[in-house]
């Protein structure tokens, strides 16, 4: 059974750092794409960063520069590490997991947590 657990969020003020975590099991972090989603109050769940099996990370435009997602294969835990955040970053945050098989795609979840950027 795979189950991803995320941990790390909080509250921030503007221009501060976070880092998430999110901690894999039943699933292989470095054998699998690996992505951090997010959702803002009102908005649709969106896609902040991800990481492919080989280690090639992609970033959305609105993070670049600032996020950069990291695997630690000792711990089977992905994170993102978060600079310089922004009010508009405030949101829940998901850990999302993708395995491949020959018939179909499989997407697994964290429960999420929460980020708020604020004075």
């Known amino acids: 059974q795979v189950q991803l657990v995320e941990s790390g969020g909080g509250l921030v003020q503007p221009g501060g750092s976070l880092r998430l975590s999110c901690a894999a099991s039943g699933i292989i972090v470095t054998s699998n794409v690996m992505n951090w989603y997010r959702q803002a109050p009102g908005k649709q769940r969106e896609l902040v960063a991800g990481i492919s099996r080989g280690g090639e990370a992609n970033y959305a435009d609105s993070v670049k520069g600032r996020f950069t997602i990291s695997r630690d294969i000792a711990k089977n835990t992905m994170y993102l590490h978060m600079n310089s955040l922004k009010p508009e970053d405030t949101a829940v945050y998901y850990c999302?997991?993708?395995?491949?098989?020959?018939?179909?795609?499989?997407?697994?979840w964290g429960q999420g947590t929460q980020v708020t950027v604020s004075e």
């Open positions: 999302n997991a993708i395995r491949y098989t020959i018939v179909r795609r499989n997407d697994y």
